[in-house]
């Protein structure tokens, strides 16, 4: 549950943060904003917050959200990786294609979340739900490939891409099967804390430090 930080002492705490170390900053930024996190304590199932929540409150498990492409930018509503519902050995899988970048924490992230569109051609899923949809991938997972660095601006902060071809079990759907189709809500729901706080919390440093730099300058 967190202490339940105001919008305010958080920007300050992101402010205070950013200005003396811009990457971590960032990296402090995104589990506590738009990521897993946020996402499973909103919208998880039971299992799911049982089995992450604690670990990523903790720093056992260190999360990353893989939403923007070559394609689509960060928006979902765009030419987003596609998604199939399959049956594998009589289990029902989500076939993926991941093709994800300048992904926050991607390189040294081992719980991702990762968007697509999903498909369902064939009538598998009992909700019968398609469209966004948002999913649980753990580090190693098959055919999952995380070993690019972007370096955007020498900032220093990880930030690479997620790649791969992949088949995620559907309980591995943020919400279980009944959230299928269900991500772009659940993304516009916990975009506000980063695209509201986070990044403005940045600028925020940027110019306070760059005033302190002037100022002092100036004196002299």
């Known amino acids: ?32 904003s738009l990521g897993p996190g946020e996402l499973i304590s909103h919208y998880g199932t039971e ?14 498990y260190i999360p990353c959200f893989g939403l923007t492409g070559p394609n689509n930018g960060s928006d ?64 190693g997972h098959p055919g999952l490939i995380q070993e690019t660095y972007h370096n955007p601006l020498n900032a220093g902060f990880p930030n690479g891409t997620l790649k791969g071809s992949l088949k ?6 943020i919400g279980g099967e009944s959230q299928a189709g269900n991500g772009w ?11 509201g706080i986070s990044l403005p919390a940045t600028a925020n440093a940027s110019s306070k430090i760059a005033s302190f730099g002037i100022f002092h300058y100036i004196k002299i």
Request: with cysteine.
């Open 185 to 195: 809500k659940m993304l516009m729901d916990c975009l506000s804390a980063g695209r």
């Open 168 to 173: 995620i079990p559907v309980e591995q759907i």
């Open 76 to 139: 979902a509503t765009g030419s987003i990786d596609q998604g199939e519902v399959v049956r594998v050995n009589g289990k029902i899988m989500i076939k993926v294609n991941v093709n994800k970048r300048y992904i926050t924490l991607a390189p040294v992230a081992n719980l991702m979340g990762i968007a697509f569109d999903l498909k369902d051609p064939n009538n598998i899923l009992n909700s019968n739900k398609t469209g966004i949809t948002l999913a649980l991938v753990e580090r």
């Open 1 to 32: 549950g967190g202490i339940k930080l105001s919008v305010n002492e958080m920007s300050n705490v992101l402010t205070k943060i950013a200005s003396v170390d811009p990457a971590l900053g960032v990296a402090t930024m995104v589990p506590n």
């Open 47 to 60: 299992k799911q917050k049982n089995i992450y929540l604690s670990g990523l409150a903790h720093g056992k």
